[in-house]
């Protein structure tokens, strides 16, 4: 007698699905597909919504405004959507262009920048991650090691005079 491992009735006939072992009527297997399905997307927003609220307050203490303009949230769309950028990525280049390379802030507040250092940006912060990873595993220690020196024999050596001889 074979039972559905989701709501625990009898399986008749040979119509069912199987996944790790079990046994579950087709109805109750996409039931539990559906499940998995939402609490991915769940997680991947939730994912989505912290790297999109660190974006937007990067760029509002990089600029001082109290929240993104509609410019900005427009460019951010477009680099997401038709350029196929993240938003951590978008970040990362505005931190290299403006903190690592020193330009300054302009007053007209947009980040239409980005393109132009992205790569740039990315290749700076891969290396960044590859020098961190390298210097994990380094310690630094000071070791003092005393070392003790003889006076050296001060005495000169006689001389021999030739009035002496």
């Known amino acids: 007698m074979l039972t559905c491992a989701e ?3 009898e399986i008749v006939g040979t119509v069912y699905k199987t996944k790790s072992r079990k046994r579950y ?22 994912f989505k919504n912290k790297e999109w609220d660190s974006l937007v307050k990067y760029i509002c203490s990089l600029y001082g405004l109290e929240e993104i303009t509609y ?18 990525g978008i ?6 262009f403006h ?7 302009s007053e007209k ?22 020098a961190n990873e390298a210097n994990e ?6 070791k003092i090691v005393t070392v003790k020196v003889r006076p050296q024999n001060r005495k ?9 001889i």
């Open 71 to 88: 410019v900005i949230n427009k460019q951010i769309e477009d680099f997401v959507n038709h350029w196929g950028y993240t938003y951590v």
């Open 99 to 105: 903190e690592m390379e020193g330009n300054n802030a």
């Open 25 to 46: 009527h087709t109805e109750c297997f996409g039931k539990l597909v559906d499940k998995a399905e939402t609490a991915n997307q769940k997680k991947a927003k939730s």
């Open 137 to 142: 595993g380094f310690v630094r220690e000071e």
């Open 91 to 96: 970040q990362q280049a505005l931190c290299y």
């Open 109 to 130: 507040a947009t980040i239409g920048i980005v393109p132009y250092c992205y790569d740039d940006a990315m290749k700076f912060f891969e290396l960044a991650d590859k």
């Open 156 to 164: 000169l050596p006689y001389v021999m005079n030739i009035e002496d």
């Open 7 to 9: 709501c625990k009735k």
